[in-house]
């Protein structure tokens, strides 16, 4: 202790001892006298005890009952009391002041040698205007100036735990006087110590869980506390410290950081252990195929041990060839061992990204293999959109456009089909480069120019109405809603020009292809084979006059 602390210490013991000059004669009379009760007065609350000179003090009942409220002492027994001061010209005496003022004097006796700066704990009671009245272990009554509480402006500390310093026991007062403030003194000064010592050394050092929390654990490091953020707990990234530790394990830490004004000491646990991630530099790259371990599954992907502390991550993307993959649980489970393939590896960000689907079969190709161009399959509804329905067949998906969901004109396929509907069609054209797959239903149905070629042939004479005109020809609409086309050189002798839209017209059928849907008519051919059938039936006809038969009957 230097000079102008010795000095500050001698003015505080002549304060001190003012202080407990005027507590001893206020607050705690004289010594301990041994009194014996003479009467108990429940009525008034109080217990009479002859203390001599025929004199009789009251103590208050509650100081001679147990914890459940029972008296501890009857009429005629000894107690030891001290004289606290007088009301109505009767002594008052307190019977748990002589018990304290007892332990004191005990406390002092076993420590007058040994406790200087020893440290104390407590719990104060209450407070004069000299300082507070701590109470500690076994009932002994330390006294705190209040010059030495050293306890924030406007907190009210009664009821308050406390550690505190001893700076002086005095066997005339019956009094131990201590010091908060010196005891916090102390304590900063062992705390810089202990910090100084572990940043400028930067060795690990053992330390003892205290509190976990979700952002971190606290650790006791040589008697001060410093936390483990839960991003310094492994290489792998956050984790959950409950996951991994519980209070009071022992763990090996390493300074990282102090900041002196919130004082708060930063420690690590990652530090301590050689980091992976300069394991790996030479030893991975993007492409390499390796086996982890699943640790974690979230929705949008899941975290992978690679076995050395280091965790990669398969985002969700990445799990399946399957566009509609809604969560990896669907396909993986925590603590599935799987090949992955690196595909983006940084060790100064710490990022590793692994593929799962690159290692699997290419669905695409995998269909290839199986279907051709013509084949019939069945499939499922899995979308459908305004310009048709994607079906899938497998694991993948073919698009059956609306124009080939049915022979009937306009139809749409969320008119006809909806999501999750088993559908027959037929693959009418694969493209590889795209990976795009073409699906047919109207294909595998009987379309209405099949129908109509079973009971029409070439040279059959049918009729229509105009369903378009243009400068090329016309269209008509025969039977079933099967088109024709006149082209303009067969409309003759019809003018086309006089032609309207639901006109009806009539025609020869002069070609007719099923497999191109087309079929065609004449209007200038069914003049001449009208012209044709007639001759052929007046030449068929039995009633018909020849020339020779008019020579015949002249002759």
């Given at each position: 202790m230097d000079k102008a602390s010795m000095e500050e210490f001698e003015n505080m013991e002549e304060d001190f001892a003012s202080m407990l000059d005027a507590y001893e004669k206020k607050e705690q009379g004289g010594s301990i006298t041994d009194g014996v009760i003479v009467e108990i007065r429940e009525s008034d609350n109080q217990a009479l005890v002859d203390v001599g000179r025929k004199q009789e003090a009251a103590v208050n009942l509650d100081e001679l009952k147990d914890e459940e409220g029972n008296l501890k002492f009857n009429v005629g027994d000894t107690i030891p009391v001290v004289i606290t001061g007088y009301r109505n010209?009767?002594?008052?005496?307190?019977?748990?002041?002589?018990?304290?003022?007892?332990?004191?004097?005990?406390f002092i006796e076993e420590h007058e040698n040994d406790a200087e700066n020893m440290v104390v704990e407590g719990k104060v009671v209450r407070k004069n205007r000299g300082g507070y009245f701590v109470i500690g272990e076994d009932n002994i009554e330390f006294f705190m100036p209040m010059s030495q509480a050293a306890f924030a402006m406007g907190k009210n500390p009664i009821g308050k735990d406390i550690?505190?310093?001893?700076?002086?026991?005095?066997?005339d007062r019956d009094s131990i006087v201590i010091s908060r403030r010196k005891y916090l003194d102390q304590l900063r000064k062992e705390r810089k110590e202990i910090v100084d010592k572990l940043m400028e050394e930067e060795k690990i050092v053992e330390g003892t869980i205290k509190k976990i929390t979700s952002y971190g654990m606290f650790v006791d490091v040589g008697g001060i506390e410093g936390l483990v953020h839960y991003s310094e707990i492994s290489y792998k990234g956050p984790v959950n410290p409950a996951t991994l530790y519980e209070e009071g394990d022992v763990v090996e830490v390493k300074a990282i950081g102090y900041d002196p004004k919130k004082r708060h000491l930063s420690l690590s646990i990652k530090q301590t252990m050689p980091d992976p991630w300069e394991e790996i530099i030479d030893q991975l790259e993007e492409g390499d195929a390796i086996k982890v371990t699943v640790s974690n599954i979230e929705p949008y992907g899941a975290f992978v041990d690679l076995g050395n502390d280091i965790e990669g991550f398969l985002h969700v993307s990445e799990v399946s060839w399957d566009k509609d993959i809604k969560n990896p649980k669907d396909y993986?489970?925590?603590?599935?061992?799987?090949?992955?393939?690196?595909?983006?590896?940084?060790?100064?960000?710490?990022?590793?990204?692994?593929?799962?689907?690159?290692?699997?079969p290419k669905p695409f190709e995998e269909f290839l293999q199986q279907y051709k161009e013509g084949d019939v399959v069945k499939g499922t509804v899995t979308t459908l959109t305004d310009f048709g329905a994607f079906v899938r067949i497998g694991k993948v998906e073919g698009l059956l456009h609306n124009q080939d969901v049915s022979w009937e004109k306009g139809a749409k396929a969320k008119d006809l089909l909806k999501k999750g509907d088993e559908v027959e069609v037929k693959i009418?054209?694969?493209d590889s480069e795209q990976e795009r797959i073409s699906l047919s239903k109207k294909a595998l149905e009987e379309s209405p120019i099949d129908r109509f070629a079973k009971e029409h042939k070439v040279g059959d004479i049918v009729k229509g109405k105009i369903r378009d005109v243009k400068d090329f020809g016309v269209f008509v609409e025969l039977e079933d809603g099967?088109?024709?086309l006149i082209r303009k050189e067969d409309v003759s002798p019809l003018n086309v020009d006089e032609l309207n839209k639901g006109d009806e017209i009539e025609g020869v059928i002069v070609m007719l292809d099923p497999s191109s849907n087309k079929i065609r008519l004449s209007v200038r051919r069914l003049e001449r084979q009208k012209e044709r059938d007639a001759l052929n039936e007046f030449n068929s006809s039995e009633d018909r006059l020849t020339i020779g038969d008019i020579i015949k009957d002249q002759l």
């Open positions: 010209e009767r002594p008052q005496a307190s019977y748990q002041k002589a018990i304290r003022k007892a332990n004191v004097r005990k550690k505190a310093i001893i700076l002086k026991l005095d066997k993986l489970n925590v603590g599935d061992e799987i090949d992955v393939e690196v595909i983006e590896i940084n060790p100064e960000t710490r990022r590793l990204r692994v593929s799962y689907k690159n290692l699997q009418t054209k694969i099967v088109d024709a």
